[in-house]
């Protein structure tokens, strides 16, 4: 018996994904969330746990607030069983010349990743050194590479042959049912974080006028996504109830967790136009 159990969870963004703020910066009238220190883009854990909340409904409502904790109004009465952390980027697409898209990541992503993986005892790979701002690292025979160069948006990438990426993407690929296979590029961390504020999805948007079918005034704007295909990670854990009358241990509360996770889920903003259709499973 455990006091708490946890897992790793993966997010595979079907579609673009707008985890969003609510205030404007700069030209983007609706900017996704980024981490304060880092600049990384995340999607808040309270997001993903409103979702299966919802989903959640169609259960007792005893086991429903033991598990997610009773609603705003009677907050003070317990905590619920299960705590789901902000889901952070892994891998980001970016355009490529090749392979129509390579899967970009960096040595600080990939070392975070790894200290959260072993919370839970997953073992990834070690993560290489990149030789310097213009290189990229990659698997043998990837379809990303053209000859030793790749070719990301308008960037020219001398490339270098990594065993430990190819063991990356199989460790990836077994995990996440990403396309991952032959596109994953590790580059520096400086040029991670350039492409991180570059490479984003940022799309015009417009509301008609009901009577002159024309754009009404004022109501343009451009908003921010991940693009689809993004891969994220989150952490969870759950404890026992806290619930007076509704006893579960961790893993009856991590079991009915895991039960949500089927189908695709919804999250972040702009539904109604697309937006924010992932697939989560749980690391093996």
């Known amino acids: ?67 997610f904790g009773p609603d705003t109004e009677n907050a003070h009465e317990h905590a619920g069983a299960l705590q789901v952390g902000d889901a952070k980027l892994l891998l980001l697409p970016v355009r490529s010349l090749y392979g129509v898209f390579a899967y970009v990541t960096s040595p600080y992503l990939l070392e975070r990743f790894r200290r959260e993986a072993a919370l839970v005892g997953l073992t990834p790979p070690q993560t290489p050194t990149v030789p310097g701002r213009t290189w990229a690292l990659a698997a043998s025979g990837a379809q990303v590479v053209e000859g030793s160069n790749a070719y990301l948006e308008d960037l020219d990438l001398e490339v270098k042959e990594a065993p430990h990426v190819a063991e990356w993407e ?62 994220l990670y989150s952490l969870v854990r759950a404890e026992r109830s806290f619930r007076k009358g509704q006893e579960m241990l961790p893993e009856a509360v991590m079991a009915l967790f895991k039960g949500l996770l089927k189908g695709a889920l919804q999250l972040g903003g702009k539904a109604t136009v697309g937006r924010g259709l992932c697939r989560v499973q749980v690391g093996r």
């Open 1 to 67: 018996m455990h006091q708490t159990e946890t897992a790793l969870l993966f997010i595979h963004a079907l579609s673009p994904l707008h985890a969003g703020t609510g205030q404007g910066v700069g030209a983007i009238d609706l900017p996704i969330a980024r981490e304060k220190a880092t600049g990384i883009p995340y999607l808040p854990g309270s997001s993903l746990k409103g979702v299966l909340r919802e989903r959640a409904r169609q259960w007792d409502e005893a086991m429903l607030f033991a598990v």
């Open 170 to 231: 199989a460790w990836l690929a077994e995990r996440t049912e990403a396309p991952v296979k032959g596109r994953l590029l590790l580059v520096h961390d400086d040029l991670m974080g350039f492409l991180l504020e570059t490479v984003t999805e940022v799309v015009a948007r417009i509301r008609l006028d009901d009577e002159t079918k024309t754009v009404a005034r004022g109501a343009l704007w451009y908003e921010e996504s991940l693009p689809a295909e993004s891969v």
